[in-house]
């Protein structure tokens, strides 16, 4: 929306990383059966903005897990309004530790 852009029309980075974080978080809570909470965010590089009206789709991916933690990739890409044209905008690496009802650090339930 233009309320999330610069003044170029471009999507800011920021609400980029937010979707980011979202969609690592869903595929940490799906592994973990639970709660968890970000804990670092790796290397973000930003590729190619993403305009206003363009189509976001995010992809998760667990790369390795823990006791208690997870390391989740996270790529964003995006169509173009106009057409069908996509590319890979930015991608990051999340991790995320399984918390219990407390808020504390838990371990990860079996696979």
């Known amino acids: 929306m233009p309320a999330d852009t610069n003044p170029a ?8 990383m937010a979707q980011m974080d979202l969609a690592a978080g869903n595929a940490a809570a799906r592994r973990a059966r639970g709660r968890c909470a970000t804990v670092a965010v790796e290397a973000m590089s930003f590729l190619s903005p993403v305009r206003v009206g363009d189509e976001v789709s995010l992809y998760a991916e667990i790369l390795a897990s823990g006791r ?44």
């Open 9 to 16: 029309g471009d999507i800011f980075g920021g609400w980029l």
């Open 68 to 111: 208690t933690s997870l390391r989740i990739r996270v790529e964003a890409w995006r169509r173009e309004r106009e057409g069908e044209h996509t590319n890979r905008v930015t991608e990051a690496v999340f991790t995320f530790v399984a918390l219990d009802a407390t808020g504390r650090p838990r371990p990860l339930p079996a696979a």
